[in-house]
């Protein structure tokens, strides 16, 4: 069994950083390719970055450049580097395996951008 907690975000101004973390239990982390997902209200959440066992990443259009995935196997932990944030970036992000894993899903930490 895996739980995951997230934790890290918080309010920033337009511009400023968050780095989020996910913290795994389970033998099984790192066998697991890993995504940050985020959700705003009212809508579906979606993949933002992934990650694999070995390190590789993948990261969707509108986040490169701005957002960095990494991985602690030795601390079954994800991270999630967030840069130059706007406040379309306000919203509750997840980890998970990739692809989901229901039981998985965590309470999310949300994230704020607004002056």
């Known amino acids: 069994q895996v739980q995951l907690v997230e934790s890290g975000g918080g309010l920033v101004q337009p511009g400023g950083s968050l780095r989020l973390s996910c913290a795994a239990s389970g033998s099984i982390f790192k066998s697991l390719r890993m995504a940050w997902y985020r959700q705003a209200p009212g809508k579906e959440r979606d993949l933002v970055e992934t990650i694999t066992q070995g390190g590789s990443t993948y990261y969707a259009d509108a986040m490169k450049g701005r957002y960095t995935i990494s991985r602690d196997n030795a601390k079954n932990t994800v991270y999630l580097q967030m840069n130059s944030l706007q406040p379309e970036d306000t919203e509750v992000y997840y980890c998970?395996?990739?692809?989901?894993?229901?039981?998985?899903w965590g309470r999310g930490t949300h994230g704020t951008v607004s002056s």
């Open positions: 998970n395996a990739t692809p989901p894993v229901v039981r998985y």
